[in-house]
């Protein structure tokens, strides 16, 4: 397996290009229907350049959350001029905003990014997921939901040292980014886990293009559903990417409705007996209880099936090889 297939340069140029046209294109057109006619072959450029990716399947799944989900949809966004995306923008915080899942901070002093990065935090999560990928030499004589717990926690570990350290590369420009992760086990509801603590990029995105058009016409809860509605699908789109299979099973779709009506049901209930809310410790216990476990239901056997499963474990086992092969070579050069 190759860790940088030959493909990323050539996908980071024609991303850049692309969006370096969609700051063009949308400084000469007026928000509509023109300039979503304008930007219509960058979301076909996004939606397909992790197909380029077909030796990695991780490589195949990040490039697909950063430009086919959330970089088409701040695109979408631009051409009805809302988002984070804005002509006004220089150009590299434009291409930043555009590519990376980074949310800019305007008016802010830059470098906070920076600092929010823990090395220490890091190195915790690097160890982790380092005896993670030990174990999972293990694999045949682990129990499902004990490998489905392992998946969750090299999940999180994963996206909570990407994401802050593609944040910390921002601020390193001197752009200011907002968090990505809130500490998410600390959730002492649903709705507080999924809006404002996990993977924050998504609900901001989601905001503007789903949820306030929604419940502008058909209320709060209608736009909650479909909020959850159109991250289910893009769930979807992210197996297939990953699989590289057609059509999706609809386990992740599943997952994100239910997850949505209880979100929904969380806060009829919290408005109806505010007074009667759990101790906050109780309360996020049992939030984690039921991520876990409608996680272990739908979410994972939806995004390990088809042999998907045996290729990350493969690829986690050659990323672990290539720096411990790296790590030893350290030593030898330094005596030279």
């Known amino acids: 397996m190759e860790l940088l297939p030959d493909s990323i340069p050539a996908v980071s140029v024609a991303a850049a290009a692309a969006a370096l046209y969609a700051r063009a294109a949308s400084s000469l057109l007026r928000p509509g229907l023109p300039r979503l006619a304008a ?34 949809f701040k695109v979408a966004l631009l051409a009805a001029g809302r988002g984070p995306l804005d002509t006004a923008l220089p150009v590299l915080p434009f291409l930043f905003t555009a590519l990376l899942p980074v949310k800019l901070r305007r008016g802010g002093d830059g470098g906070s990014g920076a600092k929010s990065v823990s090395l220490v935090s890091c190195a915790v999560k690097v160890a982790i997921m380092a005896a993670l990928v030990g174990l999972y030499r293990l694999n045949a004589r682990l ?85 959850f509605a159109v991250s289910g699908a893009m769930h979807e789109a992210m197996v297939c990417y990953l699989s590289l299979r057609w059509p999706p099973g609809g386990g992740m779709a599943a997952f994100f409705a239910l997850h949505g009506a209880c979100c929904v049901a969380e806060g009829w209930c919290a408005r109806r007996w505010a007074a009667r809310r759990p101790p906050r410790a109780v309360a996020t216990v049992g939030v984690g209880l039921f991520v876990a476990g409608t996680s272990f239901w739908l979410f994972f056997p939806a995004l390990l099936k088809d042999g998907v499963e045996e290729r990350f474990l493969e690829e986690w086992a050659a990323v672990a090889a290539f720096f411990l092969d790296a790590g030893g070579k350290i030593p030898y050069v330094a005596v030279r």
Do not use: K
């Not at 886990?193 to 901001?204: D, E, H, S, T």
């Not at 905001?207 to 479909?226: E, F, K, Q, T, W």
């Open 143 to 227: 129990h499902l939901y004990a490998r489905l717990a392992l998946y969750s926690v090299h999940t999180y570990c994963f996206l909570d040292l990407l994401l802050p350290c593609v944040a910390a590369a921002a601020a390193a420009l001197g752009m200011e980014t907002e968090p990505q992760f809130d500490r998410p086990y600390l959730a002492s509801s649903l709705r507080d886990f999924w809006g404002r603590r996990w993977n924050l990029m998504v609900p901001a995105i989601l905001r503007p293009s789903v949820y306030d058009p929604v419940r502008a016409r058909a209320g709060g809860a209608a736009g909650v559903l479909a909020s």
């Open 39 to 72: 930007l219509l072959p960058v979301l076909a450029l996004l939606a397909a350049a992790p197909l380029a990716f077909a030796s990695s399947a991780i490589v195949r799944g990040v490039a697909a959350f950063f430009l086919a989900w959330l970089g088409a």
